[in-house]
């Protein structure tokens, strides 16, 4: 992003930001609530167009082609109550070329989970678990999360780092060790 900003109103959520990311690397953005973390995350992925500034993906800027590279998922939720973990695998596929049902099946069975589960009978480490599965199974060159520890219990979060490890590490997108991050 060069000289990113966003506006909402009066309020300045992203204030002139430059960033330049690497392929085969893994970053993290930190600060405190409401500090433009999400708000960078949705403009980088090109779900929210910046007041001011650009958003490049390999050179262009973000729309509806490089979209179809960046694997997002928000902390809001975004599934039907009706819907099974399973049926959530099948609304991704319906939409993402780049997503693979097989990858995504075993994601969630290796988190101990299964895909007759109802969305709305899981709890909130567990709904994260299978919003991450969905965004880890997109053959994507970008995946952005979104809080993906946010108000979860230390197994479930070691349950989602695994998952994004072995992804990264399965990609070969990822040219350096991985070791566990605590």
Known sequence: STNLTKKFGAKTAVNNVSLALEEGHVYALLGPNGSGKTTWMKMAAGLSKPTAGEVLFNGKPVGIESRKNIAYVSTEPFFYSWMTIGDAGKYYEDFFKDFDRREYE?????????????????????????????????????????????????????????????????????????????
């Open 106 to 182: 075993g994601l969630i069975e290796s988190m101990g989970m299964t895909l007759k589960s109802k969305i709305s009978s899981l709890s909130s480490g567990m709904t994260a678990k299978m919003k991450v599965a969905l965004t880890m199974a997109r053959n994507a060159k970008v995946w952005m999360l979104d809080e993906p520890f946010n108000g979860i219990d230390l197994l479930a979060r070691d349950d989602i780092r695994d998952c994004i490890l072995r992804r990264c590490s399965e990609s070969n997108r990822f040219p350096y060790p991985l070791r566990a991050l605590s």
